[in-house]
């Protein structure tokens, strides 16, 4: 049976280049995803409206897994987990614009039972570069080609004190289902008949919305609900949530380089972004209140980065 990975193929694909437009009402319809709600007018009124920079991910209507559509590549995409996600801000995202993108598969690594691909995507519109985002895609026995395993993963753990805050944050029952309507079709997160043949006992929650969550409550609870000055957020996913669950945030303020600094997802993201401070997190998924320890809760996102400076 031939390999569903042909490595010099798929890096030999010519770039996907579109032309992607929003308006305020998709970051409204994104926000609301994410669970915003009364009370938040900055995430849900259009004339107070500012943009989470995790917008970046949905922009246009893009669904990650269409980065996998090119010669070289014969996936189930059911079987295709989001492994971590990277967005670096050249500038504060618009609620409306119209940016044109340029993605390319950037590495192909063979761990074995599962075929890693890095991904990478920049956006540029009339003024310039707007955003860059990296991602790194697991799909679920397709390894064993004979490529190249890549580099270990380095883990980087949060610091070893107290959170400087914790919050809970409840999941719609519907939540995957609006979410999805940003452009994240994948039956994964509706089809209860398509989740079980991935393995799951039910549809699961987008990991990008699991993103875009624990992003709008760092910024609502250590950037005073100002977006405008986060130049990088990253992190890596390490488990699934279902809707209807809440997410255990644990944050902590941290300075300077070093250990602290996120995942990594292809050589050269951690370039310098101009930011003055750094905002780490981990993220839990369970029941709510006080039984939401041991084994009730179980992690679904780790080294988590926000890097941020003055507004722009």
Known sequence: MPSPVDPGRVL??????????WGHKDVLLYHLGLGAGPGQPHWTLEDRLRV???????????DVLGALDVPGLDLDLARVLHGSQDVELHRPLPAAGTARTRTRITG???????????????????????WTARSRLFARGAGGFGGDRGPAHRACPPPRRAPD????????????????????WNPLH???AYAARAGFGRPVLQGLCTYGMTLRC???????????GVRRYAARFTGVVYPGEHLHVRMWRVTGPGPETGPRTEPGTGADTGATGRIVAEVSAGPAGPEAA??????VLGEVLLEHGAGR
């Open 108 to 130: 192909v690594h063979d761990k074995g039972t599962a075929a890693v691909f890095g991904v990478r995507t920049e956006a540029t519109d009339a003024t310039g570069p707007l």
């Open 294 to 299: 041991g084994d009730a809760v179980r992690p």
């Open 190 to 192: 509706a089809d209860p």
């Open 165 to 184: 805050a914790v919050r809970s944050l409840a999941v719609r029952e519907d939540a995957a289902l609006l979410y999805r309507l940003s452009g994240d």
């Open 52 to 62: 989470l920079p995790s917008f970046a991910t949905v922009a246009g209507g893009v």
């Open 218 to 228: 760092l910024v609502d609870t250590l950037l005073a609900g100002r977006p405008e």
């Open 12 to 21: 030999a694909a010519a770039p996907r280049e579109r032309t992607v437009r």
